[in-house]
C-alpha cells in the first residue's frame, strides 16, 4: 500500500507528480537547444512552470525564472532580474561585468541567507538599467552555457511599463547568447503580443499552446495512483475526469482529497461526493468573495456555465437569462475571460474552476 500521497497540486510538480506531457517536452528541449526562442501559452494551472522547470533542468544550463505578475515597474524589473543572476552565477564574476552599468546597483547581502538584495537609484533613469542587466546576461552566455531566461505571465509587459514592449524587443533583438521563453496565461494578449503584424513582439519565437492532458494518459495515471489506496480505481479515475474535465490541477487536487480520505465502506460516488463537498466547503469564503465582485449580467452567464449550457452566444440563452443581447454575453465572455474566470476549448466556453461552477449550482439549489 502506498504510504504517501501520489498526487501533488498548488505548486511546481516533478516526478513522480508530473503527468505526461512527453510531446511536449521533448517540442520545449529540442527548441532550447537552438538559437531560437519559445512562447507558451495556457490557461493558469495547467502546468506550464512544472512543464518548463522539468525542461531547462533536463537541459542542465543556467536559467532565470521571473513571474511578471510580481513586477511593479521597471526599476523593479531590473531589480528583480539581477538578483536572480546574483543566485546562479559567482559573485567576482559579476562584480567585474557590474562596473560598466551606467548606474551602479545597490546591493545588500543577508548575512544569514546569503541572499543578495538589489536596488537601484534613482528610479527616472530605469530602462538604461533595465538594459544594462539583458546586456549581462548575454555577456555572461557568450563566455558560457548559454542561460535560459523566463518571463511568466508575459502579457503583464505593458503594465510594467507604457510601451515597454517595444523598448524591450529594442533591447535584445540583437541577442545571440540567450535563449527567451515566454509564458502567458491570457490567449488573446499573448496572441495581441506574438501574432499581431504591428507588434514589435511580432513572431519573436515559436508559438505552443499547451493543451489538457489526453484523457487516456490522465486516466492511467490516476488509475495508478489510486493502487493499493481505493477500490475501484477506474471508476473513481472516470467519475474525476468526468467532473474537473481533465483540468490539471482541479484534478490533482480533487485526486489528492479524495486518496487522503478514501473509505472503501462507502462507494465510488459516496468517495467523490464526500472530497468534493470537502473541497467545496474550504474555498467557501472566497467563493463568495469572488461572486460578490461581478456584476448582474456576468453573474447570469457564470450560472449558465456552471449549468453547462450550450449555445451560450445565442439569442435563446440572452432570453432565458434576461440579457438584452447576445453582444452583451460575448462582452461578459472577454471580460470573464480576461480575469481567468472562464476558458474556451474548442467547442465551448467553460468556468476554469469545477469547484466554483458546483458551488453556484449548490448555492442556487439550496
Same mark, same amino acid.
Given at each position: 500500500?502506498?504510504?504517501?500521497?501520489?498526487?501533488?497540486? $498548488?505548486?511546481? /510538480?516533478?516526478?513522480?507528480?508530473? @503527468?505526461? %506531457? /512527453?510531446?511536449?517536452?521533448?517540442?520545449?528541449? *529540442?527548441?532550447?537547444?537552438?538559437?531560437?526562442?519559445?512562447?507558451?501559452?495556457?490557461?493558469?494551472?495547467? $502546468?506550464?512552470?512544472?512543464?518548463?522547470?522539468?525542461?531547462?533542468?533536463?537541459?542542465?544550463?543556467?536559467?532565470?525564472?521571473?513571474?511578471?505578475?510580481?513586477?511593479?515597474?521597471?526599476?523593479?524589473?531590473? *531589480?528583480?532580474?539581477?538578483?536572480? =543572476?546574483? &543566485?546562479?552565477?559567482?559573485?567576482?564574476?559579476?562584480?567585474?561585468?557590474?562596473?560598466?552599468?551606467?548606474?551602479?546597483? /545597490?546591493?545588500?547581502?543577508?548575512?544569514?541567507?546569503?541572499?543578495?538584495? /538589489?536596488?537601484?537609484?534613482?528610479?527616472?533613469?530605469?530602462?538604461?538599467?533595465?538594459?544594462?542587466?539583458?546586456?549581462?546576461?548575454?555577456?555572461?552566455?557568450?563566455?558560457?552555457?548559454?542561460?535560459?531566461? #523566463?518571463?511568466?505571465?508575459?502579457?503583464?509587459?505593458?503594465?510594467? $511599463?507604457?510601451?515597454?514592449?517595444?523598448?524591450?524587443?529594442? #533591447? #535584445?533583438?540583437?541577442?545571440?547568447?540567450?535563449?527567451?521563453?515566454?509564458?502567458?496565461?491570457?490567449?488573446?494578449?499573448? &496572441?495581441?503580443?506574438?501574432?499581431? +503584424?504591428?507588434?514589435?513582439?511580432?513572431?519573436?519565437?515559436?508559438?505552443?499552446?499547451?493543451?489538457?492532458?489526453?484523457?487516456?494518459?490522465?486516466?492511467?495515471?490516476?488509475?495508478?495512483?489510486?493502487?493499493?489506496?481505493?477500490?475501484?480505481?477506474?471508476? =473513481?479515475?472516470?467519475?474525476?475526469?468526468?467532473?474537473?474535465?481533465?483540468?490539471?490541477?482541479?484534478?490533482?487536487?480533487?485526486?489528492?482529497?479524495?486518496?487522503?480520505?478514501?473509505?472503501?465502506?462507502? @462507494?465510488?460516488?459516496?468517495?467523490?461526493?464526500?472530497?468534493?463537498? %470537502?473541497? #467545496?466547503?474550504?474555498?467557501?469564503?472566497?467563493?463568495?468573495?469572488?461572486?460578490?465582485?461581478?456584476?448582474?449580467?456576468? +453573474?447570469?452567464?457564470?450560472?449558465?456555465?456552471?449549468?453547462?449550457?450550450?449555445?451560450?452566444?445565442?439569442?435563446?440563452?440572452? %432570453?432565458?437569462?434576461?440579457?438584452?443581447? @447576445?453582444?452583451?454575453?460575448?462582452?461578459?465572455?472577454?471580460?470573464?475571460?480576461?480575469? $481567468?474566470?472562464?476558458?474556451?476549448?474548442?467547442?465551448?466556453?467553460?468556468?476554469?474552476?469545477?469547484?466554483?461552477?458546483?458551488?453556484?449550482? %449548490?448555492?442556487?439549489?439550496?
Amino acid at each position: 500500500m502506498k504510504k504517501t500521497n501520489p498526487f501533488k497540486f $498548488g505548486s511546481v /510538480v516533478d516526478e513522480p507528480y508530473f @503527468t505526461n %506531457r /512527453v510531446e511536449e517536452l521533448k517540442q520545449i528541449k *529540442s527548441l532550447l537547444q537552438s538559437k531560437n526562442h519559445l512562447i507558451l501559452i495556457s490557461p493558469r494551472r495547467y $502546468g506550464k512552470t512544472s512543464l518548463m522547470m522539468k525542461a531547462v533542468n533536463q537541459l542542465d544550463r543556467p536559467y532565470v525564472f521571473l513571474d511578471l505578475q510580481l513586477v511593479t515597474d521597471i526599476s523593479d524589473f531590473a *531589480s528583480q532580474l539581477l538578483k536572480r =543572476i546574483y &543566485r546562479i552565477y559567482p559573485f567576482e564574476r559579476l562584480k567585474q561585468l557590474i562596473k560598466s552599468f551606467r548606474i551602479v546597483p /545597490v546591493l545588500n547581502v543577508n548575512p544569514l541567507t546569503s541572499e543578495v538584495d /538589489v536596488s537601484f537609484q534613482p528610479a527616472a533613469s530605469a530602462l538604461p538599467v533595465l538594459e544594462d542587466v539583458f546586456n549581462l546576461i548575454e555577456k555572461l552566455g557568450k563566455n558560457s552555457k548559454r542561460p535560459i531566461l #523566463i518571463l511568466d505571465e508575459f502579457q503583464d509587459i505593458n503594465r510594467i $511599463g507604457n510601451g515597454l514592449d517595444r523598448k524591450l524587443r529594442a #533591447i #535584445i533583438q540583437h541577442h545571440k547568447y540567450i535563449n527567451y521563453t515566454f509564458l502567458g496565461s491570457l490567449e488573446s494578449m499573448m &496572441r495581441e503580443i506574438f501574432e499581431k +503584424k504591428k507588434s514589435p513582439f511580432y513572431h519573436f519565437g515559436q508559438l505552443m499552446y499547451l493543451k489538457k492532458i489526453p484523457y487516456d494518459d490522465f486516466y492511467e495515471y490516476l488509475k495508478n495512483g489510486f493502487s493499493g489506496r481505493c477500490s475501484h480505481t477506474g471508476a =473513481i479515475s472516470k467519475n474525476i475526469l468526468d467532473f474537473t474535465h481533465s483540468h490539471p490541477y482541479y484534478t490533482q487536487q480533487l485526486a489528492f482529497t479524495i486518496w487522503d480520505n478514501c473509505d472503501n465502506s462507502l @462507494t465510488t460516488e459516496e468517495n467523490i461526493e464526500a472530497a468534493i463537498h %470537502r473541497l #467545496i466547503q474550504i474555498h467557501d469564503m472566497d467563493y463568495e468573495r469572488l461572486w460578490q465582485t461581478q456584476n448582474q449580467t456576468d +453573474k447570469k452567464v457564470l450560472i449558465g456555465l456552471s449549468r453547462h449550457e450550450q449555445n451560450i452566444l445565442t439569442e435563446t440563452f440572452a %432570453r432565458k437569462y434576461g440579457i438584452r443581447a @447576445t453582444s452583451t454575453v460575448f462582452s461578459s465572455l472577454k471580460r470573464l475571460m480576461k480575469h $481567468g474566470y472562464v476558458i474556451k476549448n474548442k467547442t465551448a466556453y467553460e468556468l476554469d474552476d469545477p469547484f466554483f461552477a458546483e458551488w453556484i449550482k %449548490r448555492k442556487r439549489e439550496a
